[in-house]
């Protein structure tokens, strides 16, 4: 059971009304995007912004829900990873509008960053509400609990446990109380026509008889945010009339987690143990972080960047405070005063970026 069997049962509820787009950014100038390229940048997504229009309904007659899963290839092998958005989140994340009873919910990270190794990409985008019953409430929490607890990572790296918590997903679709607002399915394939590249997606609840491409062709994303052009072809006008989603793909250079990774916990494990001169332990816990760094986490480029600066620095730090410069440091120095302070840069992203300049 997947993403797939999730689909079906999406599209088989009510298609409707909604509409599915691929919108430009509407200033393509400045720096270009980062390009897909397999096994040099991190896939990440974000849900830019949802448009909520009429909010009070929404939460008082009903439980919303959302949900993206992201399809990819980890380790070699397809994976389907879902992020549950339950109405107790997107609660906390909303803000008041200025539009009457509209609420909006924007910048919420919800896949990655993980290693792009290619081949095709797909998204399912979805946004629900249902009768406020007990056990969809019981069971959203409890999906959405275990998706926090074991993190975006982690349900990369195992499979079961993500398919599990889609077949959860679909067992709230079985209920005749759950109705599907907006979703779409959409796929790209690298390297192929309409391939994967930085993008916007936006699905929205619209009637089709209402919609027309003149009216697709005119919405343009800008700051984060879905807007449509004016009859001058110019100006930009806020998007506000319907419900929708907007989704960014993006690839990324860096991680902004660096530290919250396996192999620098035990660096800093590392780095205290050499200060305090306990250099056999230090030896077997740095032997440990190269081995934390070598993860599929990072891309490969990245990983040998860090080994490769963090065995020098472990090399400066063993020759700095081993032997004779262990007692002059600890403040038995010839002549007294306190030792010189230690000036180490470790920091991962600085790293990286000072061997990339």
Same mark, same amino acid.
């Given at each position: 059971?997947? !993403?797939?069997?999730?689909?079906?049962?999406?599209?088989?509820?009510?298609?409707?009304?909604?509409?599915?787009?691929?919108?430009?950014?509407?200033?393509?100038?400045?720096?270009?995007?980062?390009?897909? +390229?397999?096994?040099?940048?991190?896939?990440?997504?974000?849900?830019?912004?949802?448009?909520?229009?009429?909010?009070?309904?929404?939460?008082?007659?009903?439980?919303?829900?959302?949900?993206?899963?992201?399809?990819?290839?980890?380790?070699?092998?397809?994976?389907?990873?879902?992020? +549950?958005?339950?109405?107790?989140? =997107?609660?906390?994340?909303?803000?008041?509008?200025?539009?009457?009873?509209? +609420?909006? +919910?924007?910048? %919420?990270?919800?896949?990655?960053?993980?290693?792009?190794?290619?081949?095709?990409?797909? =998204? =399912?985008?979805?946004? /629900?509400?249902?009768?406020?019953?007990?056990? !969809?409430?019981?069971?959203?929490?409890?999906?959405?609990?275990?998706?926090?607890?074991?993190?975006?990572?982690?349900?990369?790296?195992?499979?079961?446990?993500?398919?599990?918590? !889609?077949?959860?997903?679909?067992?709230?679709?079985?209920?005749?109380?759950?109705? $599907?607002? %907006?979703?779409?399915?959409?796929?790209?394939?690298?390297?192929?026509?309409?391939?994967?590249? #930085?993008?916007?997606?936006?699905?929205?609840?619209?009637?089709?008889?209402?919609?027309?491409?003149?009216?697709?062709?005119?919405?343009?994303?800008?700051?984060?945010?879905?807007?449509?052009?004016?009859?001058?072809?110019?100006?930009?006008? #806020?998007?506000?009339?319907?419900?929708?989603? $907007? %989704?960014?793909?993006?690839?990324?250079?860096?991680?902004?987690?660096?530290?919250?990774?396996?192999?620098?916990?035990?660096?800093?494990?590392?780095?205290?143990?050499?200060?305090?001169?306990?250099?056999? #332990?230090?030896?077997?816990?740095?032997?440990?972080?190269?081995?934390?760094? /070598?993860?599929?986490? =990072?891309?490969?480029?990245?990983?040998?960047?860090? /080994?490769?600066?963090?065995?020098?620095?472990?090399?400066?730090? %063993?020759?700095? /405070?081993?032997?004779?410069?262990?007692?002059?440091?600890?403040?038995?120095?010839?002549?007294?005063?306190?030792?010189?302070?230690?000036?180490?840069?470790?920091?991962?992203?600085?790293?990286?970026?000072?061997?990339?300049?």
């Amino acid at each position: 059971m997947g !993403i797939r069997e999730l689909v079906d049962r999406v599209v088989k509820r009510n298609n409707q009304g909604i509409v599915a787009v691929q919108v430009p950014a509407a200033d393509p100038g400045g720096e270009p995007p980062l390009e897909f +390229v397999p096994g040099h940048v991190y896939l990440e997504v974000r849900l830019q912004q949802m448009w909520l229009t009429r909010a009070r309904e929404l939460w008082r007659e009903y439980l919303p829900f959302g949900t993206i899963v992201t399809e990819f290839v980890h380790k070699g092998k397809p994976v389907a990873v879902p992020t +549950v958005l339950s109405s107790a989140e =997107l609660s906390r994340r909303f803000q008041v509008t200025g539009a009457d009873d509209a +609420v909006e +919910v924007g910048n %919420v990270r919800v896949a990655g960053p993980v290693p792009y190794e290619g081949d095709d990409f797909s =998204l =399912l985008v979805a946004l /629900f509400r249902a009768k406020t019953t007990d056990w !969809i409430a019981r069971s959203l929490k409890v999906v959405e609990d275990v998706a926090a607890a074991v993190g975006f990572g982690g349900l990369a790296g195992a499979v079961p446990l993500a398919s599990s918590l !889609i077949r959860g997903i679909e067992s709230f679709l079985e209920s005749p109380d759950v109705e $599907l607002r %907006v979703g779409a399915y959409r796929s790209w394939q690298h390297g192929g026509p309409g391939g994967l590249v #930085p993008l916007h997606f936006c699905v929205m609840r619209r009637p089709h008889t209402e919609t027309t491409k003149e009216d697709l062709a005119a919405l343009r994303v800008s700051e984060g945010r879905l807007h449509r052009l004016g009859p001058d072809g110019v100006t930009l006008e #806020p998007y506000t009339e319907h419900d929708f989603i $907007l %989704v960014s793909v993006e690839a990324k250079r860096e991680r902004d987690d660096y530290r919250k990774l396996a192999f620098y916990p035990l660096w800093e494990r590392t780095k205290e143990q050499v200060i305090a001169g306990d250099l056999g #332990p230090a030896q077997r816990t740095w032997r440990q972080t190269a081995g934390a760094i /070598f993860s599929d986490d =990072l891309t490969r480029p990245q990983q040998e960047t860090l /080994f490769t600066e963090y065995q020098r620095l472990y090399a400066e730090l %063993v020759d700095r /405070f081993s032997n004779l410069e262990l007692a002059d440091l600890r403040g038995h120095r010839p002549g007294g005063g306190p030792p010189p302070e230690l000036h180490l840069v470790d920091d991962p992203a600085t790293l990286l970026r000072s061997v990339r300049a």
